[in-house]
Every structure is written in C-alpha cells, then in structure tokens.
C-alpha cells in the first residue's frame, strides 16, 4: 500500500518529536532505533526511509527540541523563566523540558554537526531572550547558571534534599541579582 507524501510528513515528524523526547529523557545512546521507531508506532525497517542514520536524526530531533523550547520561552519574561526552569516540574520533565540541560554532556562527545546543531539552537535561545533581558554576556551567564544548577540537580537522587537546595540557590541567587541590577 503506498503511502501519501501528508503521510510522509507526518510519520516523518512523529518520528522527530518521538526522538526529541527519549533522547532528552534518556540520552543519545540509551534508545535504539527499533525502540524509537515503536515508540512512534512505526516499524523498525521504516527507520533508513526517513533518515541516513541515527546522527541525522539526533541533529533533527536536537533543533525541534530547541525550536518547541523557543516556542515556548518566547515573550516570556526573565523572572518567570528563571522561576520555571529551575523548579522541580522542570527538573522531573527531562523529556519535554530543555535540551540543554538534558543533552549537553551527550553531545559535548558526538561529531561536529551535532555540536554545530546544539551551538545553534543556544543560539537561537539567545537571539528570543536576548531582546529585553540584557546583554550578550548577560545571557550567556545567565544560562549557563540556569543548566549548570539544572544537570546538579538532576545528578542527585530524585527526593534528595541537595536536589532541591540546588534549585532553590540558583534560583534565589539569579533573581536577587536581577534585584540589585534594578
């Protein structure tokens, strides 16, 4: 039976979204296509019609982690982002939470695309952030304290107290120094 080209499409996305979220939750290496593939509700021998190999599709499912953290961090303002992402809703949803914090130690040891792929998608997060929370520098701080606290957090057992100092700290800390800029 042939399947139409919308069909494609949505298979084909199904498959990224499906990705983007067990490869947050999990890491690159702990999903296998045929795992994937089932959890997309397609068979394994679909897999090589869709993509060249597994790499190309960690860098799809890497940008659609990036573009649906965009999404939804856009217009938001600094206090409320700094409230949400280090709270421990956050922490516990790795798989639909942010790519950098779930994937970055992952990808620091993949090839050069899929590092090129994560330095743009920061990029792009700097870009939506960047029009009214400060400068450049101010940024690039500021979320490199926000995933650092993240992946700390979620290194310690779940219900452990340090778990949550962590977040609490952070959070604490930034947001006080906001105070102080103003």
């Known amino acids: 039976m042939k399947v139409s080209k919308d069909q494609v499409r949505e298979n084909r996305m ?20 045929a795992e994937l593939m089932s959890a997309a509700g397609l068979t394994h021998g679909g897999f090589y019609k869709h993509f060249g190999s597994k790499a190309d ?30 709270s421990r809703q956050h922490r516990d949803d790795m798989g639909k939470g942010c790519v950098m914090s779930a994937l970055g130690t992952d990808t620091a040891r993949q090839s050069a ?4 792929t994560f330095a743009a998608g920061i990029e792009r997060q700097l870009a939506i952030l960047g029009t009214e929370n400060g400068t450049r520098a101010d940024l690039i701080d500021t979320i490199a304290h926000l995933v650092g606290a993240l992946v700390l957090s979620r290194a310690c057992p779940d219900n452990s107290a340090l778990a949550d100092e962590i977040l609490d700290v952070c959070r604490t800390q930034l947001l006080s120094q906001d105070a102080r800029k103003d």
């Open 113 to 116: 695309s899929i590092k090129a």
């Open 14 to 33: 199904r498959i990224v979204e499906t990705a983007s979220e067990l490869f947050r939750e999990r890491g690159y290496d702990g999903v296998g296509v």
């Open 57 to 86: 599709l960690m860098a799809e499912a890497m940008s659609c982690g990036f573009t649906r953290s965009a999404e939804s961090t856009a217009g938001v303002d600094r206090e409320k982002f700094i409230e949400y992402y280090l």
